[in-house]
T-cell receptor
């Protein structure tokens, strides 16, 4: 089983659409959870951390279910600038190393 | 805003040659990392470095790889004898003393021919 598994995508949506990304992780000892975005040939950039209580940042909502080892990201009212690859990332261990999913490519069309 | 820098942005080398990839982490950070991303694949952890020594390494980080922090600012990744399959983007990252955000550099694209 892959350590972090994401919807393979790609997703093509019109501007204004709501889009959901799903992710599961295999290591129950994982401590922290994140969504990163990665533009083509660029470095990953932190989009938001994910907490068990769920958290929202503007149009972005993230949820974590530790019992089912499931993480989600919802983007509402999508913009052209949201086009990117969305990476589900977990962190664990004393060295804070990150384990990445393969990512899901989102293209928002005008 | 402080940032992680990496040089060069693109390195082309022949198989069997040694390469050194350079990174300048954020100045007050204590943990340093190298990750790589083969084209079309996921970002993979290579190594973490803390208190002037390797604190964890992955299976990918074999004897051909080494890391150094030769002075107070640079953090380098050396590949002793490059293989075609080492072609990838290599990202350096750093965090401060706690479990804060891991900041990534812009990456070095390594092409082995």
């Amino acid at each position: 089983r892959k350590e972090v598994e994401q919807d393979p995508g790609p997703f093509n949506v019109p501007e204004g659409a709501t889009v959901a990304f799903n992710c599961t992780y295999s290591n129950s000892a994982s401590q922290s959870f994140f969504w990163y975005r990665q533009d083509c040939r660029k470095e990953p950039k932190l989009l938001m951390s994910v907490y068990s209580s769920g958290n929202e940042d503007g149009r972005f909502t993230a949820q974590l279910n530790r019992a089912s080892q499931y993480i989600s990201l919802l983007i509402r009212d999508s913009k052209l600038s949201d086009s990117a690859t969305y990476l589900c990332v977990v962190r664990g261990g004393s060295n804070y190393k990150l384990t990445f999913g393969k990512g899901t490519l989102l293209t928002v069309n005008p | 805003e402080p940032e992680v820098t990496q040089t060069p942005s693109h390195q082309v080398t022949q198989m069997g040659q040694e390469v050194i990839l350079r990174c300048v982490p954020i100045s007050n950070h204590l943990y340093f990392y190298w990750y790589r991303q083969i084209l079309g694949q996921k970002v993979e952890f290579l190594v973490s470095f803390y208190n002037n020594e390797i604190s964890e390494k992955s299976e990918i980080f074999d004897d051909q790889f080494s890391v150094e922090r030769p002075d107070g600012s640079n953090f380098t990744l050396k590949i002793r004898s490059t293989k075609l399959e080492d072609s990838a983007m290599y990202f350096c990252a750093s965090i401060d003393g706690g479990p804060g955000e891991q900041y990534f550099g812009p990456g070095t694209r390594l092409t082995v021919t």
